[in-house]
Each structure stands twice: as C-alpha cells, then as structure tokens.
C-alpha cells in the first residue's frame, strides 16, 4: 500500500533498542486510521537493530533512514532532535506527530487525535494522557504511573512527552520560519528537547488535550532518562564508563580510554562501579591510549590515580599526574579511607621510573599534597578532590559515579577552610 496523501505523517526515533523498537512499529501499523506513513529514523544502530527495521520496508508506508552519525559526533547535537528536522521536510502529512523506539501507541490514537483535530479547525496541538510503566533490568514493572492532562496549556514543559502530541503541519511550518528550524537540537537539550520545541510552539498556540491513555511509554535501566540522570557534563577522572552497547572506557584527564577485559583483575577494577551512560557522554571523550598489559611496562601510559607499590618495598605511593607520592604511613592511608585491595603491584624497574613527588600527609599537619578522587565531607556537602581543590557534588551524582557516600572523608571546618574550593560536578538540567 503505497500512501500518497497520507493523513498523519509519524517520525519514529530509533537507536540500538532492539528488545522494544519492533513493538514501537507495530503499534503504528496497527492503527485504526490506516492513512499514514512512517518514517524511522535510525541513529546508526547495531547490526541486530537494523535486522530488525529491515523487516518492515516492504511495506511501502515505512520509509528507513540510517543517519550514518560516526560516534565521536554524537555529542554534538541532541540526535533525536536532529533526527526529527531530518525527517520533517520529508513527511507529507497533514498532521504530524512523534514516536520513539521504546513507546507504544494505543490502536485508536491517530483516528481520536486527527477527529479532534479536523473537528476543530483553530486547533493546533492536541495532546492526551501516557501511561509510563518503569521496568528493571529483569524486565519486571517496577512502578506505574499516568501523566495526565491537565487542561489548555499555554507552558507545557515537563507535563506533556513528545509521543503524546500530534500537530498541524502548519504550525511546524511558522516555527520553522521564526526559528530557522523545527526543533532545538542544541546539545544543552539532550534531556530536554521536547522541552525546547514546547517553548517553540506555544509562541503561537496553546495545547489542547484529549483526556484518554493513547500511549504507553516504557523505561527501562537502558532508557536515556535513566542513563542520563545525574551524570555530570564532565565526568571525573578516573570513573569507568560504557553505554549499553560499547566496551569499558576509563575517564582520564579529558579522554577515555580503552579497556582490556584481561586488565580489570591486575588493576583492581570492581565490576560493581561501572557507570553506563548515554553514548555521547562516552564518545565526546576523545579516544587517549588504550589500558592493557603495556602499561605496567611504559610509565608514561600507566593510568592515573592509582595505589602502587612494588614486592621489594613495603612503601605504598599514589600514583598521580605522572609521579608517585608516598604515603609515609598507615594513619594517612586510613585518613583517606585507602582500601588495602586497591593497591596494584608493580615492578621495581617500572617504580624507579616513575618520578618521586611530595608525600601525601595526614589532614590533621595541613595538605601538601591531596590525592585525586577522594570523596570528602563536610555536614551535608560532599566534595571530590581534584588538582589540590575540593570540587562540590550532589549526594545523588556522587552515589550515580559510585562514590562511596557512606564512607567519605568528613573534614571539620578549619580543614575545608585550608583546601581551596574547585568548580562543582555538576548535573544541570535546564527547562529553556
């Protein structure tokens, strides 16, 4: 069936989610309103994803896109969005409206939402009720609940999913020629583009809602808002990253670095405090050397911030921006809540390359020298030491990196009035 005029134009955003994106398809396919076409736009997704899109293009309403996006340009815009004014040019719709790979639509919602529509000819936007169900890793239902309507809105941010609307091509076409685009795909939108383009659309109308369920939304622990929340803009050294699809990275002074599953052991990297992200907060890191076996025979790639020590001496250092900084006893191994089991044995010839720096010394005789990636305390405020300063961070950022929040460094006020403060770890969403 090949739809000419279609009625509804339906842009489908797509992106390695191949337990949940056939059902997202489906659910267009089996509408009650038959008079449409969909457009998948496709993210470059692996190969078991676009398996699965290929199934459906003989159907003459699908229309497949593969954006081709290499990952380290992810970051560089909000790919939904981009995606979306990708595809806007070419629907042929009279209405539009938007579905993403891990949502559902209700059988009747095109033919409810366009009688609204066509009903009511000064009416733009309508939008109707979701029902959000959140999974767990098992797949199990962990809450639900329903977002509801909440009559004519004139500012509709953080009440109204994008896969709950349908529009008028005309209002996308007035946007278009105030803003020189249909949606905001600045990278500051990431979480928030429905957000942007909302601010975009109610300059010219309000919302008007249908008061039913005319989609369900699924979140699961690989769902972007679960991945994306609390993750700071700029990831501390020394946190191990991945996204649901890509191999372990170390983040190290601006860059991620590769690692060899055969290093975790040596190294001492706990399983348990990998942080998966989005991809582009892991593919804005510009790819530095990889972490394998060679580092523990070249000194200039051994990984930052790390206890060493050698067989031949008892002294114990921290290794740090390219020195080793001994810590001169157990009182200050124990300050710093040091874990015995995190100290990695290293060879005497790769021990005597390493320049020796200032010790690290208790907190109690004032700081020389201040290790990296400690999580300090002071009452309710937490803080990570970076570059001899104190960065402060959320309790809730903190626990997403696995900083042990339990377990920090309380320092008493003449302590953090001696430690110079740095620039906050901050996760900043902003409803623009």
Request: glycine share 4%; proline share 6%.
């Amino acid at each position: 069936m090949c739809i000419l005029n279609p009625i509804v134009s339906v842009i489908l955003t797509s992106y390695n989610k191949p337990s949940t994106v056939g059902k997202a398809i489906e659910s267009v396919l089996s509408q009650t309103l038959q008079n449409f076409e969909l457009w998948i736009m496709d993210d470059h997704s692996s190969s078991e994803t676009k398996a699965i899109l290929q199934r459906y293009v003989s159907d003459k309403r699908v229309h497949l896109v593969d954006s081709g996006i290499a990952d380290h340009l992810r970051y560089q815009t909000t790919r939904y969005a981009t995606l979306i004014n990708e595809a806007l040019p070419r629907t042929k719709g009279k209405y539009i409206t938007y579905l993403t790979d891990d949502n559902l639509f209700k059988s009747t919602r095109f033919k409810r939402m366009v009688n609204v529509l066509e009903s009511r000819p000064s009416t733009e936007v309508v939008y109707s009720k979701q029902q959000v169900i959140h999974l767990d890793e098992h797949g199990s239902v962990t809450k639900k609940f329903i977002r509801h309507t909440n009559g004519k809105l004139r500012n509709p941010v953080g009440l109204v999913d994008h896969c709950s609307i349908m529009h008028t091509r005309g209002i996308a076409e007035k946007v278009f020629h105030r803003f020189g685009s249909y949606w905001d795909d600045g990278p500051e939108n990431w979480y928030n583009g429905d957000a942007a383009f909302w601010k975009r659309l109610t300059n010219f109308t309000l919302f008007h809602p249908i008061p039913e369920i005319l989609d369900v939304a699924y979140k699961d622990t690989q769902s972007f808002q679960h991945l994306y929340q609390f993750i700071p803009e700029d990831i501390p050294t020394g946190v191990i990253i991945q996204t649901p699809s890509s191999e372990l990275y170390r983040v190290e002074n601006g860059t991620r670095r590769l690692i060899s599953p055969e290093i975790m052991q040596d190294l001492h990297y706990n399983q348990n405090k990998i942080v998966v992200v989005p991809a582009p907060f892991l593919f804005k890191y510009p790819e530095g050397a990889p972490i394998n076996r060679s580092v523990f025979t070249n000194s200039s790639t051994f990984p930052d911030m790390h206890l060493i020590k050698s067989a031949s001496s008892p002294t114990v250092y921290m290794y740090q921006k390219g020195k080793k900084h001994p810590l001169p006893n157990e009182e200050v191994f124990y300050e710093f809540h040091f874990n015995w089991n995190e100290i990695v044995n290293v060879s005497d010839h790769l021990l005597l390359t390493i320049p020796t720096g200032a010790p690290i010394t208790s907190l109690h005789q004032g700081v020389s020298i201040l290790p990296d990636g400690v999580l300090f305390r002071h009452h309710q405020q937490y803080y990570v030491s970076n570059q001899q300063a104190l960065c402060p961070i959320h309790a809730q950022v903190a626990e997403r990196l696995h900083y042990p929040t339990g377990h920090s460094v309380v320092l008493s006020t003449h302590q953090i009035s001696s430690i110079p403060i740095g620039e906050e770890i901050r996760w900043n969403v902003s409803f623009r």
